[in-house]
């Protein structure tokens, strides 16, 4: 079945640790993208890439960063910089040129 | 400026219609979409309205568009409780890159 996925689900870190979330599409997608998600606050946008080896900065890019090396694969890195990095993350993917993303499941990051 | 406004809580009784609202600023958007959000998922396309559109009908689900008050509603017919979740509007500019701006989101509670 054609999806994204997102890995691991659910993730504890201790201050002053770098963590890296996965995500991989199998639709062929172009684009793919990376939110966080913190209540009351909709989804904003941390790093987007729409080809291979480029991407661009979000709306809240401080403290991320992101890499993507493979057409399916668009990893997040959440560095020791980011001041507040608990959250939910969310990965899409849309073919070029059109809103319509597709979601994964999400990753529940918790720093202790 | 790009801004997309809905309000956060919406509760409503098994059966009735629900209605959720949302603004943009924006009057170049080309595409308003409404995504839902299940708990601890990601979110899913539920439809979509072209700016050139005044109504479009899905089922139970029903987008109206007013352009002149840049006003985008979602009318969910006999209101079930697998409805509770939180609904995203949000919008594609025109000339733009094709990355959705969204609302915060509004929490559809449906209780019996």
């Known amino acids: 079945d054609g999806g994204i996925t997102q890995s691991p689900k659910y993730l504890f870190r201790k201050e002053g640790q770098n963590v890296t979330l996965s995500c991989e599409q199998n639709?062929?997608?172009?684009?793919m993208y990376w939110y966080r998600q913190d209540p009351g606050q909709g989804l904003r946008l941390i790093y987007y890439?729409?080809?291979?080896?480029?991407?661009q900065k979000g709306d809240i890019a401080e403290g991320y960063s992101v890499s993507r090396e493979k057409k399916e694969s668009f990893p997040l890195t959440v560095t020791s910089a980011q001041k507040n990095p608990t959250a939910f993350y969310l990965c899409?993917?849309?073919?070029?040129?059109?809103?319509?993303?597709?979601f994964g499941e999400g990753s529940r990051l918790t720093v202790l | 400026g790009e801004d997309v406004e809905q309000s956060l809580f919406l509760s409503v009784r098994e059966g009735d219609s629900s209605v959720i609202n949302c603004t943009y600023t924006?009057?170049?958007?080309?595409?308003l979409y409404w995504y839902k959000q299940e708990p601890g998922a990601g979110l899913q396309l539920l439809t979509y309205?072209?700016?050139?559109?005044d109504m479009k009908q899905d089922q139970r689900l029903t987008v109206l568009l007013n352009k002149k008050d840049k006003h985008l509603s979602l009318r969910i017919a006999d209101t079930q409780t697998g409805d509770s979740a939180i609904y995203f509007c949000?919008?594609?500019?025109?000339?733009?890159?094709?990355?959705?701006?969204f609302g915060r989101g509004t929490s559809l509670i449906v209780h019996p």
């Open positions: 899409a993917s849309s073919m070029s040129n059109t809103g319509e993303l597709f």
């Open positions: 639709l062929n997608h172009d684009a």
């Open positions: 890439s729409q080809i291979v080896n480029d991407f």
């Open positions: 924006d009057s170049s958007s080309t595409y």
């Open positions: 309205i072209f700016s050139n559109m």
């Open positions: 949000a919008e594609i500019l025109s000339g733009g890159s094709y990355i959705p701006t």
